[in-house]
């Protein structure tokens, strides 16, 4: 059985500014790891492709 992409970890981890950003946002929303906020902004990043394709069909 195939599994599916459920989430994207960043291409630089260990940038300062990105971290912090992640760990506000993650005590903000009160995630409980970071893990979860990538999963949460890559199910966000294909709801916005998605709607951008709609957009676009003629």
Do not use: F
């Not at 989430?7 to 940038?15: A, D, F, G, Q, W």
């Amino acid at each position: 059985m195939r599994q599916c992409s459920c989430l994207e970890k960043p291409r630089r981890p260990y940038e300062k500014e990105h971290s912090d950003v992640e760990l506000k946002l993650v005590g903000e929303y009160g995630l409980r790891h970071k893990r979860d906020l990538w999963r949460v902004q890559y199910a966000l990043s294909r709801i916005r492709n998605a709607a951008r394709e709609l957009l676009t069909l003629d």
